[in-house]
């Protein structure tokens, strides 16, 4: 009964958006292990109707999950794929925990997520934030990220959508492992998210096997153009035991660029004014001159009939 209500379930978990987390904690967010050391994942919520909680692992790389066990109410179970290696543990009306017992490379590293659900195969099921674990590769040292902030071109074009000139900032994270990083903007010290587009994932590099990620920052001319004004690129990296900040900052610069610009276009201006009025004149010249010779042309041609 359990299992036909489970797999039931499990579509319906399926359909559902994983950001759905009314109540569901879930606890840490991130794990760095090494190779054969146990490592545990809780998971609390407080929906009153529901008592049961479920464990699924979302491999990396891929979309789809794969049910470890779960917790109704006090009774636990465990997929056969995934027996003696994880156990699970709690109430599924309250909390419940996940044990790996032995972190294993690569298979461990994935997305683990838990869901509050009910018994019945209508209860919608509420899922936890996910937590990254990763375990280390032997050989590999844990590193930060050296942070570096490009400033933007000079040949950035004008935006052709808005029509308002803009300029990107380029910040590039590299030389960090593992890939446990976030990236973040300020700008004149507070925290802007309009205008930034960061990678989804980290890259591999293959030189030192180390990540690299960037993230671009689109802001006004004029926020550039504006002297002292800093742009700071924040990343966050999580190394194993605690959370470490690296920044890089670029300053705005004077706004000569744009009076240079402003300045060719009232010379292009007046040029084309002058080369208007030039032109008048001399099509005035012109006129006047071949009117004069059609006057005495049509004067010698009076003449003779006379």
């Not at 742009?231 to 194993?240: I, K, L, M, Y």
């Amino acid at each position: 009964m359990i299992r036909d209500i489970l797999s039931i379930s499990l579509l319906l978990l399926l359909l559902s958006c994983p950001s759905l987390s009314r109540g569901v904690l879930q606890d840490p967010s991130l794990i760095l292990g090494s190779p054969d050391t146990p490592a545990t994942i809780s998971c609390s919520h407080s929906i009153s109707s529901y008592n049961m909680i479920l464990w699924y692992q979302q491999p990396t790389g891929h979309s789809h999950l794969n049910l470890i066990g779960y917790v109704y109410v006090t009774s636990q179970s465990i997929e056969d794929a995934f027996k003696g290696h994880f156990e699970v543990s709690g109430d599924g009306s309250v909390e419940s925990e996940l044990h790996v017992l032995k972190l294993r490379q690569p298979e461990d590293s994935a997305m683990y997520f838990c869901a509050a659900s009910g018994l019945c195969a209508n209860y919608q099921a509420y899922f936890g934030q996910g937590t990254k674990v990763t375990v280390l590769e032997p050989g590999h040292d844990v590193s930060a990220p050296t942070v570096t902030v490009f400033p933007p071109s000079a040949k950035e074009c004008r935006n052709q959508r808005d029509r308002e000139r803009k300029k990107t900032l380029v910040c590039v994270a590299s030389g960090f492992y593992p890939d446990h990083v976030s990236v973040s903007w300020q700008v004149g010290g507070g925290a802007v998210s309009s205008g930034v587009a960061t990678d989804s994932s980290a890259l591999r590099e293959d030189k030192d096997q180390t990540y690299r990620i960037s993230s671009r920052l689109r802001v006004s001319a004029s926020d550039w153009f504006t002297p002292d004004r800093k742009f700071t690129c924040s990343v966050s990296f999580f190394n194993g035991t605690h959370t470490s900040h690296h920044e890089n900052t670029v300053e705005g610069v004077e706004g000569s660029q744009v009076a240079m610009t402003r300045e060719k276009y009232l010379k292009t201006t007046q040029a084309a004014k002058l080369s208007y009025v030039v032109f008048i004149v001399k099509s005035s010249v012109y006129g006047a001159g071949v009117a004069f010779l059609l006057w005495r042309l049509q004067g010698s041609a009076g003449k003779q009939n006379n």
